[in-house]
């Protein structure tokens, strides 16, 4: 199996014992059938809500370009809301800026939990994110009520 590393050790990090942190910004692997991506910890600490969630979509596209996907193959999206921020306006924000990235039926599954806080200054949200890119470029969509 191939394992693609992405922005290995990116970022700063205080500390007298280590010089970077010890984590990468996404890894992928890549499978006979399927490339599963993890993207964890992303934050743009600039601006709003919107304009961060604008940024942390934009990068996760490139990634997941870069990669042979597209923003259809995200299984699955993890926000971390800064509870402060984090109300109705805040949920609606988010939604209308994943709007203008996935369209229906390729809705991931997601959540959104509140945070005291981000280990980055300025980060009102931060963003993990799951794909499956299909190597052979195709999804068979079904959709259901989850009552079948």
């Known amino acids: 199996m ?12 205080e500390s007298d014992v280590i010089d970077e942190p010890q984590i990468s ?25 919107r304009e961060q969630t604008r940024q942390m979509l934009g990068l996760v596209e490139k990634i997941l370009k870069d990669l042979e996907g597209s923003m ?13 921020v984090l109300d109705d306006e805040t949920r609606g924000t988010i939604h209308d800026v994943r709007s203008d990235f996935i369209d ?30 299909p190597t052979d470029g195709e999804w068979t969509v079904r959709t259901t009520t989850g009552d079948e």
């Not at 191939?2 to 990090?13: D, L």
């Not at 890894?27 to 709003?48: F, K, M, Q, R, S």
């Not at 259809?72 to 402060?84: Q, S």
């Open 72 to 84: 259809h193959d995200i299984v699955k999206f993890r926000w971390f809301v800064r509870e402060d």
């Open 104 to 133: 229906y039926p390729h809705y991931p599954a997601s959540c959104m939990v509140g945070v005291a806080s981000h280990n980055v200054d300025g980060a009102l949200v931060e963003l993990e994110v799951r794909a499956t890119i």
């Open 2 to 13: 191939k394992k693609t590393v992405i922005a290995p050790g990116q970022g700063t990090i």
């Open 25 to 49: 910004l996404a890894v992928a692997t890549h499978h006979d059938t399927h490339t599963h991506v993890e993207i964890n910890g992303l934050v743009y600490p600039e601006g709003d809500v």
